[in-house]
């Protein structure tokens, strides 16, 4: 624990979107950007855990001076489930621990092309699923940082990289994220690049984005958003409206819904709390909050999640479980011997129900400029043995709709608790920008 807190605040570099502009404005350079970065990755290191492998400052300083663009002299972190060809892809396999691929996934073709700089590979859970790395929570090294997003979150909320790329099939970027005491965003379901990232259940998957802030989020989401649809499933959405100076403009005050949920007995003393004094908050700087719940048929959507994400699961690692038994945990075995109990006829109706709530949610909360809920149901638990639970954050996988985390408060252990706000479907510039609204006023 004494090595992550022995790095002073001011040590800390600074957040995407300011070091962005800092760089482009000649007042920083990017080579002292990246070995501020680096100096810190350093120090914090040998405790957090959150890197399977990085990329030498030397190659990174060596290659600064042919990259130009707004990523010029950023360091990102690529989950270790995004193909790179400089550093080994593992997804968190003891199968793959030595996979050096020759190609980029096209996200990371991308951060290149704008002169970001790949930093290293961040730890994941093993596929993805619930295996959990080594790593530990920046804001208390006894608990989890979450998961599967756990390198990426941790090295972001320890102040190492301004800006780290996760994946969430069910909850694991939003979830880490609000344990880690940064932004998470989720953009719409096909918004964000995601050939060449191992994937777990095709119709559930998404890309995300791990920050420090909400300008942060919508600067990394403008550049990295699909711009054409190359790759099955996507769509192109419009860019958030950004000022160069004061970042994303913020919405009106929302009118936001307050949902309760089936789950509501699941969340702690102290998350409740926190959610109820941010509203307080919320409604004196104007907004409307007001309870509400979603039809029953929503909630039966999380055990169509399952089937999916149990099918199509266990697909991907039939093979894995057949050749490499002794290569696998428990964990994955399992899922393959729940997809094989899944029939075709769920798997259809499966599918059917998430694009029919998917088109509907947007008439469902057409009253509301957003849904207002948790993260997670409280601080990040102790140990290392779990992730944490993400049952508020699977409706809005299954759906595929935007969704965002905030911090909003800390406990008595030093551990972050957060807000989410979701949008319907492709609202993912309106939902940013109730995110910076909120984040100021909170």
Not at 226 to 251: F, R, W, Y
Not at 359 to 377: Q, R
Request: proline fraction near 7%; include cysteine.
């Amino acid at each position: 624990m004494s090595d992550l807190n022995a790095v002073p605040p001011t040590a800390q570099p600074l957040g995407l979107f300011d070091a962005s502009r800092a760089i482009q404005s000649g007042k920083l350079s990017g080579a002292e950007y990246l070995s501020q970065c680096a100096a810190r990755a350093d120090a914090l290191e040998p405790t957090l855990h959150a890197f399977v492998s990085r990329s030498p400052l030397d190659t990174l300083l060596a290659e600064l001076p042919a990259a130009d663009g707004p990523l010029s002299g950023i360091p990102v972190g690529v989950k270790d489930l995004v193909a790179t060809k400089d550093l080994p892809t593992t997804n968190g396999s003891a199968i793959y621990v030595d996979q050096m691929l020759s190609h980029d996934a096209p996200i990371v073709t991308r951060i290149r092309g704008l002169g970001g700089a790949v930093f290293g590979k961040t730890v994941t859970t093993e596929f993805a699923w619930r295996g959990p790395g080594p790593t530990v929570n920046p804001c208390n090294p006894s608990h989890t940082p979450g998961g599967s997003s756990s390198g990426s979150a941790a090295a972001v909320g320890a102040g190492i990289l301004p800006l780290a790329l996760g994946t969430q099939t069910v909850g694991s970027v939003i979830r880490p994220a609000a344990y880690c005491g940064i932004v998470g965003f989720k953009a719409s379901f096909g918004a964000v690049p995601r050939e060449d990232v191992f994937p777990f259940a095709s119709s559930l998957d998404h890309v995300g984005f791990l920050t420090r802030s909400v300008d942060d989020a919508a600067f990394a989401y403008n550049l990295l958003r699909n711009k054409s649809c190359d790759e099955q499933d996507s769509i192109v959405l419009p860019a958030v409206a950004m000022d160069a100076h004061t970042g994303v403009a913020p919405s009106a005050a929302p009118r936001l819904a307050m949902l309760k949920t089936p789950f509501d007995d699941r969340l702690t003393e102290e998350q409740t709390q926190a959610m109820a004094q941010a509203i307080a908050t919320l409604r004196a700087s104007g907004a409307i909050v007001e309870e509400f719940s979603l039809p029953d048929i929503y909630w039966s959507g999380i055990d169509a999640m399952f089937c999916l994400l149990e099918s199509e699961g266990g697909a991907v690692h039939e093979e894995h479980v057949k050749l490499f038994p002794d290569r696998v945990t428990q964990h994955i075995t399992d899922l393959v011997k729940n997809g094989k109990l899944r029939g075709a006829m769920e798997y259809l109706h499966a599918r059917e129900l998430q694009k029919k709530l998917r088109k509907e949610f947007t008439k469902a909360i057409e009253k509301y400029d957003a849904i207002l809920t948790v993260p997670a149901t409280g601080a990040a638990p102790e140990g290392l043995s779990s992730t944490g639970d993400p049952i508020f954050c699977a409706l809005w996988s299954f759906l595929g709709v935007p969704a965002l985390t905030l911090p909003i408060a800390k406990n008595a252990q030093g551990l972050s608790l957060g807000l989410q706000l979701v949008a319907p479907y492709k609202q993912d510039a309106t939902l940013l920008r109730i995110g910076k609204w909120t984040e100021t006023r909170l």
